[in-house]
């Protein structure tokens, strides 16, 4: 018992300064590289928290959602709409973007919410689609169509500071993510993560235990989809201009890749996985007509080797240790 | 034949009040002309059943009676086609199973439905979950209150967890471990919910012997506890050992009740079971 202790001590030290490590590496980043690899690590930091966002819903509850995208969307296009029109700052609008995003979620989702599996899958990819179309046919001329909406504004809190380069950049969407995975971790560790966990593994069982499936399947919806369009807000401001075929199916695609690629209800494993899909691309610029081959051999022979991820989520005693060793300890 | 049954009810109960056997207890559940069709086909047909507080009732038929289907519908999974369902009184009609739970039915499944790739612990933890009420906020901001109540469920798990014996494979998966300790996990899990009734589906079947004794002298103990149960059981042995009153159905009917011993040699009974002899018959 022991033995055991001081090896999960050391475990969780070593963690500890794995992650302080990492987070000086990012610190410290944009003054060693170029200004092309930080805008690169941008839109790193824009998949991961679209990844995140998506891995609540497919990763924690295992709700198959393939039109994420139309989500990010409704954030982005909110974002843009408000800003060009009425001239309201994009850092108020990030709360907005995602509430009009969870708003919307929760009206497409609440009759579908009881679909299990492909069926839902393929509801959903609709749904992406339809949202995607109709943005593309500019209904009330609020949209601009296949163009898409430009002028949005740089994020600016009040006149003071405004993030307007791409190093702010880089330090803006990382500080997000970094909070929501501060958020997402606690969340994962709580009642409302284990009850996402049971709905995944079972869901008549969850639902005899106590569980209320409809809510919380609702609020896994909600939830992705409202960071969803945090992760629009952002993207918008950053290119300054919105279009329809951003959001396409193969996105969502590419953010369903991100999870399975890094493990589903793994928080490290979706942060691996957005690096796979995002920086993948540009080391691999010189044989850009390989990409997509290369990028499938990979996943095919992941999906043989490491079926769960790559880093799948390790359940047990760590995350519970300071209470239950003690606990353990007298009971031999 | 309907008669028969009631006129043989009124025996059994008449004697067992002569003797003494049975105080009349509080009836916490009780289905009233329960019915369940699937299509064509009348699973429950007239159902009445009653528990009694503090007791272990058991009910009992040959295959396909309709047992697994009464227990779906007490614990809001069917919704009955006919009749009431009453929980201490309380009409449970249209209520989901999540909040048949909170009025304290917990329930397990013949074929054992854990939360198999989460750990043992876990597992029993999410049982607490209709006991707590922390939301998503306060669970994001790890505000004191939630702290404290996450802290709250992991003592009652532990508790819950020791009592079913597996607080050493606390961390395991709980699909790694052997199936005789999954059934008690599972057992576990329904207890954490804080039940009044316990509502087992075949608790020993897949189990040895010496297992089912042990699960026999668990349930023994765990209803001192203030707790009902409600089993179904092909097993006799265990149905005899540990059962206060019993209930046969067959072919989604009721077709005695009674205390074991005189369920146990009640000819209809035997006859569900063993089929009519033929000689009889004629």
């Known amino acids: 018992m022991k033995l055991n202790k001081n090896v999960n001590q050391k475990n969780s030290i070593f963690k500890n300064w794995l992650v302080i490590l990492v987070a000086i590496l990012f610190i410290i980043l944009p003054f060693i590289i170029n200004a092309y690899w930080v805008d690169v690590l941008f839109f790193f930091g824009v998949y991961a928290l679209l990844g995140l966002s998506l891995n609540i819903v497919l990763g924690e509850v295992g709700l198959f959602d393939l039109g994420h995208m139309g989500f ?63 943005l593309n046919n500019n209904p009330f001329g609020i949209t601009g169509g296949s163009n898409g909406v430009y002028g949005i504004d740089f994020p600016s809190f009040g006149s003071i500071f405004v993030v307007d380069n791409s190093t702010k950049f880089y330090y803006y969407i990382w500080l997000i993510v970094g909070l929501t995975i501060i958020g997402l971790v606690n969340l994962q560790r709580s009642r409302i993560g284990r009850a996402w966990n049971c709905i995944r593994e079972d869901e008549i069982a969850a639902e005899s235990t106590g569980i209320d499936v409809r809510y919380y399947k609702l609020l896994a919806f909600v939830l992705g989809a409202g960071l969803a369009g945090v992760a629009g807000n952002i993207y918008a401001s950053k290119l300054m201009i919105v279009s329809p075929e951003s959001f396409s199916f193969m996105e969502s695609c590419m953010l369903f890749c991100i999870v399975l690629i890094g493990g589903m209800g793994s928080i490290p494993g979706v942060l691996i996985g957005a690096a796979a899909i995002s920086l993948f691309p540009e080391v691999f610029r010189a044989f850009a007509q390989y990409r997509m081959l290369i990028f499938g051999v990979a996943m095919v022979i992941m999906m043989i080797f490491r079926p769960g991820g790559i880093w799948p989520r390790k359940r047990g005693a760590f995350e519970f240790k300071p209470l239950l060793m003690k606990a353990g300890e007298e009971n031999g | 034949m309907a008669k028969e049954n009631n006129n043989m009810e009124t025996i059994i109960r008449t004697k067992q009040e002569n003797e003494g056997k049975n105080k009349i207890n509080k009836v916490v559940l009780q289905t009233d002309k329960l019915t369940k069709k699937f299509g064509g086909l009348i699973a429950v047909n007239n159902f009445d059943l009653k528990v009694s507080q503090g007791e272990i009732s058991s009910l009992i038929g040959p295959n396909g009676a309709g047992k697994t289907t009464v227990f779906n519908v007490v614990t809001g999974i069917y ?72 802290l709250e469920i992991k003592k009652n798990a532990e508790n819950r967890l020791k009592q079913v014996g597996l607080w050493k494979w606390r961390d ?45 002298d668990f349930l023994k103990e765990i209803i001192k506890d203030n707790l009902t149960i409600l089993l179904i059981e092909h097993d006799m042995n265990v149905v005899m050992g540990i059962s206060h009153w019993v209930t046969v159905m067959d072919e989604g009917k009721k077709i005695a009740e009674g205390l074991p011993e005189e369920v146990y040699s009640n000819p209809q009974v035997i006859e569900a079971y063993l089929g009519k002899d033929e000689e009889e018959e004629e």
């Open chain 2, 79 to 150: 919704k009955a086609d006919g009749g009431k369902v009453l929980f201490k009184g309380e009409d449970l009609a249209g209520k989901k199973p999540h909040q048949i739970i909170k009025k304290g039915i917990a329930r397990t499944f013949q074929n054992i439905r854990l939360f198999s790739n989460m750990t043992c612990l876990e597992n029993v933890m999410a049982g607490q979950h209709c006991r707590s009420k922390e939301g998503t906020w306060s669970s994001v901001l790890q505000t004191p209150g939630q702290k404290k109540e996450e």
């Open chain 2, 172 to 216: 395991e998966l709980a699909k790694n471990i052997a199936y005789g300790n999954q059934r008690m996990l599972e057992i576990g899990r329904a207890l954490a919910t804080n039940p009044d009734l316990l509502v087992l589906d075949e608790p020993s079947s897949g189990l040895n012997d010496k297992e089912s004794e042990d699960l026999m």
């Open chain 1, 72 to 134: 990010m969307a409704i954030g982005a296009y909110t974002t843009a709409i408000l800003n060009t029109t009425f001239g309201i700052p994009i850092i108020i609008l990030l709360p907005v973007s995602a509430i009009s995003a969870g708003a919307f979620a929760w009206l497409v989702c609440s009759p579908i919410i009881h679909l299990r599996g492909d069926y839902l899958c393929i509801v959903t990819i609709g749904m992406g689609e339809i949202v995607r179309l109709t």
